[in-house]
């Protein structure tokens, strides 16, 4: 279990991360969401022992980042938002060094690195040179590197920056299964929709504060508690008004012409009655659908995007 | 407790990941090859145009041939030695900072690596490397013994010697490596810091084969220079009846001064998380050499010898001629640990200096708080700076006074009064530069050009207006120099002292006075900031 209390990072008068907490159990998945500058990298690399909070700490399966670094750091494979890769050694070599480092028994690291390589499917470069991989492969021998002393707890800063559509989809399949290996995994992304289909937890932070924290649906309700349906009517929408906002549950009703945007919230019954209004009241009803939520404007309306 | 203790040892010096990733890179490629070469080429042609020039002299005396091939060794070695001097430096030197560049840093960090640890592993990689030189030159080094010039305790004694000098060079190159932001910047601090290193040394060894005149019985630093290794590897110093080999007391010095720099290599990559650990060590080490340099050699005045009269060839044999025994004089003793002391020029304005570099911020957190001495804040460096003085000082004196020849204190307390206001005094123009708000770097510069304000120019100018004069330096002007007291010519008295030391303490009362409005204001500023 990791808990993250109200930690807080100060560069002289700047505060960068301002008091943010959250919980995450062996399991999770957890979407970092942020614009730019907002504090995910700080608030990261202060979970990996790499920067002193100003104040707040974070404490995983018992081991606090600021009183036991060594032990925190026995159980984190941390990928940063580079590569920071070594070009003049072998793939396989690169792993070898950091099983090493990663205190791995020197009997144990060739099983290691093969298991690795196979999960990341780099089983066929294992003896390239760093250098010569392409990006995509690069990354992927990143988080190969992350997993080489199978960490309780990954921290993926941006990863899927610059990976092409299929390498994404192929992280992210990544992703959710070491999830379902019990891991606790921390994905940071400018971009929500990005990470909604596949984190069962979202955070939002803004400006050093964590603006929300939940399940990515509970995150929309609250942002988008009215849902909103869209009628395509044959002729002008505006004679329907007036008919509509009798039923109970709608709240209120735009017309752009011939179509209408009608904010409800009621139950099932009430909703039908949209429909059988729309139909008996003669408007040529086409089409009537639910509008969908857009995890975009959910997260722009969020963020101000205006850091610092 | 122990045991983890000595699973981390293990884990450091056995085995260990970084040397055994640079050395496999150090291997690899056309690079090595290139450089092996070029290294042999040289090696062989130096020796193959010496030999003929011994070769040249067939028919001469006996002992004539004799001296010619103990120079074709000598010369042998020198060549090995600059070598030595020329390679390691760049390989350390650039360790760190490429991996800064490279950004790897912060990834080997995220595993459960202390700097320690790293920092070893980098340096047991240079080191192997040079023994790889040195190995290269074995056949060299063994036509030397075949042919007369040395034997092989010589070439043992002598490859070790280099060894560890290599060593040193690789550690100044690595601390000097974490400090820096550019390539360049590094590899050129590297070389003019080792070159002053070997300059200095260079001096001192040859001073000392001034000293001590039975066979091989040498005052220790004659092995302190590389390019000397093939007279004064194979000597021995005689500690308490022991013979014990100038190569073993070198070493041990120069461990002590890798340990040093690894540890301000390690408090810079562990963001102050070492500091403590190398101030302790700073302190404990200035004791024991404060200690044990006071009376080095049974009362030849080690220490200053060392220090002070190892520039100064005249007093040299003047203490030479004076002999064993002769009991040590507070001016000597003052000005040796003066001169011990005198390194931490290099950093006072780090440690006293407040302001931002760019990442973080220094506070100017108070002008002394005893409790913050072995802390990384300004107000600790004063504190700092008054420790180290205090235990070196008083470990010169309490060695006199188990010797049984206790120094003179009224003469003697002149200087540590005179040390102290001297740190006392760049640590106020220190405050005072911070102050001003440029930033770290910015009152680095500044304290740097007030040194060579203070400290330099007036050695070039008096050096100037006494140019052609009989005995330059023991002209009056001389006595307006702030170092006066404790330069080895002439004979300063410990009043020069005193009165100097005076005079600091009141040039820091008002430098420091100066700066405290301007600093009132910065923390002001700060804490809006903050709130
Ligand atoms: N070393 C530093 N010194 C001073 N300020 C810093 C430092 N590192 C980060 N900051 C500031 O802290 C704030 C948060 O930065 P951070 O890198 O955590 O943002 P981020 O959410 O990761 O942004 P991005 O999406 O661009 O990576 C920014 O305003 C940044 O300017
Ligand atoms: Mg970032």
């Avoid at chain 1, 979407?31 to 404490?59: Q, V, Y």
């Avoid at chain 2, 060079?169 to 932001?181: C, D, F, K, N, P």
């Avoid at chain 2, 290193?197 to 039975?214: L, Y």
């Avoid at chain 2, 002769?326 to 005198?342: I, N, P």
Wanted: overall charge neutral; proline content about 4%.
């Amino acid at each position: 279990m990791l808990e993250v209390k109200k930690l807080r990072k100060e560069y002289g008068g700047l505060t960068a991360v301002n008091g943010v907490s959250f919980e995450l159990q062996p399991g999770d998945i957890f979407g970092f969401i942020g614009s730019n500058g907002a504090g995910k990298t700080t608030t990261i690399r202060m979970i990996s022992t790499l920067l002193e909070p100003t104040s707040g700490t974070a404490i995983l399966n018992g081991h606090d980042v600021r009183k036991d670094p060594m032990a925190i750091r026995r159980s984190i494979g941390y990928m940063p938002d580079f590569f920071g890769l070594y070009d003049d050694v072998k793939v396989w070599e690169y792993l070898d060094f950091f099983a090493a480092l990663y205190e791995v028994p020197p009997r144990d690291r060739p099983g290691v690195i093969d298991n690795v390589l196979e999960l990341t499917d780099l089983t066929v470069k294992r003896d390239a040179f760093v250098q010569s991989l392409s990006r995509g492969m690069q990354q992927r021998l990143c988080l190969a590197r992350c997993l080489v002393h199978d960490p309780a707890l990954l921290l993926l800063d941006e990863p899927a920056s610059g990976l092409d559509p299929r390498a994404r989809s192929e992280l992210k399949e990544l992703i959710v299964e070491l999830g379902r290996m019990g891991k606790i995994v921390i994905v940071s992304s400018h971009i929500l929709p990005e990470l909604a289909d596949f984190c069962n937890t979202v955070g939002i932070i803004e400006r050093g504060e964590m603006l929300a924290f939940g399940g990515v649906n509970e995150i929309v309700r609250s942002m988008q508690p009215v849902r909103a349906f869209k009628a395509s009517l044959i002729r002008d929408g505006e004679g329907a008004i007036p008919t509509l906002t009798r039923i109970p549950g709608v709240l209120k009703v735009e017309s752009n012409e011939s179509d209408l945007r009608i904010e409800f919230e009621g139950s099932k019954e009430q909703q039908a009655e949209i429909a059988k209004a729309l139909v008996e009241g003669g408007f040529g009803l086409l089409g009537l659908r639910e509008e969908e939520t857009n995890l975009e404007d959910v997260f722009l309306k969020l963020t101000t995007g205006a850091v610092n | 407790m122990l045991q983890n203790w000595i699973r981390q040892t293990r884990r450091t010096y056995f085995g260990n990941a970084a040397a055994q990733r640079d050395f496999r890179v150090q291997l690899r490629g056309n690079r090595s090859i290139i450089v092996f070469g070029l290294y042999l080429a040289i090696l062989i042609g130096v020796a193959y145009i010496q030999y003929r020039g011994v070769e040249s002299q067939a028919g001469v005396s006996l002992s004539t041939i004799q001296y010619s091939l103990k120079s074709f060794y000598s010369t042998i070695m020198a060549l090995l030695a600059g070598m030595v001097v020329l390679i390691t430096p760049a390989l350390a030197a650039t360790a760190i900072i490429v991996e800064r560049q490279r950004r790897s840093l912060d990834l080997v960090f995220s595993a459960p690596v202390e700097p320690r640890y790293y920092l070893v592993g980098k340096l047991m990689a240079v080191y192997r490397y040079i023994w790889m030189l040195l190995i290269l030159a074995l056949p060299v080094a063994a036509a030397c013994v075949v042919l007369g010039g040395a034997n092989w305790l010589d070439v043992l004694s002598a490859f070790i010697l280099l060894s560890f000098h290599g060593l040193a060079y690789a550690a100044v190159g690595l601390y000097v490596s974490t400090i820096s932001t550019k390539l360049i910047g590094a590899i050129g601090r590297t070389y003019i810091t080792v070159m002053v290193i070997v300059f200095v040394t260079s001096v001192w060894a040859g001073a000392g084969f001034a000293f001590g005149t039975q066979g091989r019985e040498r005052p220790f630093t004659v092995a302190m220079s590389p390019f000397m290794v093939a007279d004064g590897g194979n000597t021995y110093t005689v500690l308490s009846g022991f013979q014990v080999p100038n190569w073993v007391l070198v070493g041990a010095l120069i461990l002590v001064f890798v340990r040093m720099c690894l540890l301000g290599a390690g408090s810079v990559l562990s963001d102050g998380r070492e500091i403590k650990n190398l101030r302790m060590s700073w302190t404990v080490i200035m004791a024991v050499i404060g200690f044990a340099l006071s009376n080095f050699g049974g009362g030849a005045t080690g220490a200053t010898f060392f220090m002070t009269r190892g520039l100064n060839p005249g007093a040299i044999s003047a203490q030479a001629v004076s002999g064993t025994g002769a009991s040590v004089a507070a001016g000597d003793l003052g000005t040796g640990a003066f001169w011990l002391l005198f390194p931490f020029i290099f950093s006072i304005f780090g440690v006293s200096a407040f302001g931002t570099d760019g990442h973080g911020w220094q506070r100017p957190n108070g002008w002394f708080t005893p409790k913050e001495v072995f802390s990384g804040t300004p107000a600790g460096a004063l504190p700092f700076a008054l420790l180290l003085t205090t235990v070196t000082f008083v470990g010169q004196y309490v060695n006199t006074s188990l010797s049984g020849s206790a120094v003179n204190v009224v003469a003697y307390l002149p200087y540590y009064f005179y040390s102290v206001g001297f740190w006392t005094l760049l640590w106020a123009a220190t405050r005072l530069a911070s102050s001003i708000g440029g930033g770290l770097k910015a009152t680095q510069t500044t304290c740097v050009l007030f040194c060579i304000i203070l400290l330099v120019a007036p050695v070039v100018f008096f050096s100037l207006i006494n140019a052609g004069i009989d005995k330059p330096f023991e002209q009056p002007v001389w006595n307006f120099y702030i170092l006066r007291p404790v330069l080895p010519v002439g004979t300063p008295t410990f009043l020069s002292a005193l009165v100097y030391g005076v005079l600091f303490f009141f040039a820091a009362a008002a430098l420091y006075a100066l700066s405290i409005n301007r600093t009132k204001q910065m923390t002001r500023t700060l804490e809006v900031d903050v709130a």
